[in-house]
Structures are given as C-alpha cells and as structure tokens.
C-alpha cells in the first residue's frame, strides 16, 4: 500500500487491507527479531518451542482484533456479541469513502486520451462550474447539491446572531432562513436530479438548520418541517417549466427542454408536470399562464409526502 499524489491531494495505490488478525510471536522475524527468537529458546532450554506456542492460532479462545485470551469459546463469544473495540470499523458508504473514490474517479479522469485543438491539448476535467452548478463526467448528481449545501451552511453559521435573537419573531427568522439562506442552497435547483436519495439529503440538511431556529428536534423538523424545502424548489421548478414552455421556439432553454424523451429520468425537472402525451402537447397546455398557475398552486396545496407514499403504494401494487 503506498500513497501516491494526484490532481488535487494524495491517493492511496492498490486497496489491500491491513492485516490486523493475530499471528503467533513468529511474525516477529519480519522485523529482524529471529536472532533474539532463537537465543531465547537456547538460553531456556526447558521450553519447547512446538509445546509451549503451538496452542497459538486456530483453537484457543482468542480474540483475532485485541489478542484477549478468554477461558473459553463462550467467554470469547460474549466479547465478540459486545463488539471488540480493536475490531476495524467498515469504512463502505462513509464520507472518507465517498471522497476516496472521488478522487480516484478524477484520478481516472485525467488518464483518459486527450482531445487536441492543433497543438494544443485539452486538460480532461472531472467536474466544471457551470453558473453556479457543478456537472460531473460521472453525471452523479449528488456533489452539485453538496456543494451548495457547504455553501449555504457557511452562510447559515455567519446569522448565527439572527437564529439565538430572542426579540425576533420566528415567522421573521424563517423568512430570513429563506432569503439568506435557501436562496444560496438552491441556486441552479432547476439543473439538479431531485432523485429520491438527494430529497433525503435535503430533508435532512433542512432539518438540521430549522431545529436550530425552532428549537425542535431534528426528527420533529424531518418528519413535519416548520419550512417544507422539498416542496418549494419542487413548485419553483414546476412554474419555472411553465415559463420555458411560453418562451419563444428559438429560446435555447426551451429547446434543452423539448429533448426531454418519456419515460423522464427520476427526478427530472419535469417530474411534476401535469399528465401529457408529448413534450408538444404539454407546450400547449403551458400556453395560458393562469391556467398553469391553477397547477403550480395545486402542487403547493398538496402534502407532498403523502403523495410520495401513495405512488409508492401504487408501484408495489403494480
Ligand atoms: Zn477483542
């Protein structure tokens, strides 16, 4: 295992696990100690070296993380069910993992053949900032959101004062919320894949800054937020849809959005939009403003979440 720099920081060569089982004292040898192994066997003759280390290893009830012996297989049992503190924690789906296969993904990135203008050759980049969005070759969605999340949690701690401010309203602390601190968080929404798994993410990032201005807990705050986060972008995207839809033919964002093909992918801009045959069709029905407004209201008047259940309901009974 050895670590080698990249684009960025340092990455670790080949993932082979460290071997922390117990060995018997031979292992020592490895480190130049055979001498002293030997010259302790001569000095004691009355031990045997077959007799005296051979129980170490399989049989013996002994912890392979911290070496405790025990009096017997139970007693090691017991240990083992209360979970040995030396034993190695997984690291599969943590966020040191997550990063670490970042960067190998950026790593790889930067090896693949690179695109010449004359004689100039392009770098090949993993992700670009793209107004304010960042799009990735992996077209996981999953980092844009994060980014902006860090984003506006910096801006969430600098109100601090606001959030602890007894003199102020909590209907004045939540509008704050929303335009000091929501506005950072969903610049660029319209381009994010509001999957399933980035709405938890969302839920609970909401949770964890409302709880702090509520006094809630953060559960309270995930299951019935005092700000629902999900349904707000969720009603922007759809009345910013509307809107494409009226621009003129020639408009680049409603050409973007006429290549949507059904079945849309999960979490597409278009995830709400009222039942339709094609993109065309639902074009003509965006025609009247006050009509699509009747929808985009609807979506607001709905609990989203019970919604959520139902559709799921419907997929299992399908
Ligand atoms: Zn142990």
């Not at 051979?54 to 049992?77: T, V």
């Not at 607001?300 to 019970?306: A, D, I, K, S």
Request: one cysteine or more.
């Amino acid at each position: 295992m050895e670590w080698k720099e990249v684009e960025g920081g340092w990455t670790r060569t080949g993932d082979v696990e460290e071997d922390r089982t117990w060995k018997p004292i031979h292992h020592l040898a490895g480190f130049g100690a055979q001498d002293s192994i030997d010259r302790f066997w001569a000095e004691h003759p009355e031990l045997n070296p077959e007799r005296n280390i051979a129980g170490f290893g399989s049989d013996e009830p002994r912890c392979q993380w911290c070496c405790k012996l025990f009096k017997n297989s139970h007693g090691m049992k017991i240990h083992l069910g209360r979970g040995c503190r030396h034993k190695p924690v997984s690291k599969k789906g943590s966020q040191t993992e997550r990063k670490i296969r970042r960067r190998k993904r950026v790593a790889a990135q930067a090896r693949l053949p690179k695109v010449r203008i004359g004689a100039a050759e392009l770098k090949n980049h993993f992700d670009s900032l793209l107004l304010g969005h960042s799009v990735e070759a992996g077209g996981e969605g999953t980092h844009a959101v994060e980014i902006r999340g860090a984003q506006a949690k910096s801006t969430f701690g600098k109100l601090m004062h606001l959030w602890d401010n007894d003199d102020l309203w909590l209907k004045t602390k939540l509008l704050l919320y929303q335009s000091g601190v929501l506005s950072v968080l969903t610049y660029g929404q319209e381009a994010w894949q509001l999957t399933e798994k980035i709405m938890t993410m969302l839920r609970g990032w909401n949770a964890r800054c409302l709880a702090r201005i509520t006094g809630r807990t953060v559960r309270e705050e995930t299951v019935d937020p005092t700000f629902d986060l999900i349904k707000s972008i969720r009603v922007r995207r759809l009345r910013w849809v509307g809107h494409v839809l009226r621009k003129p033919e020639a408009s680049l964002d409603r050409k973007a959005l006429f290549t949507y093909k059904r079945p849309y992918p999960e979490g597409s801009v278009l995830m709400d939009v009222p039942p339709h045959g094609d993109i065309q069709e639902l074009a003509t029905q965006a025609k009247s403003r006050e009509k699509w407004n009747v929808i985009v209201n609807q979506l607001n008047c709905q609990n989203l979440e019970c919604r959520r259940s139902e559709t799921r309901g419907e997929e299992d009974a399908s």
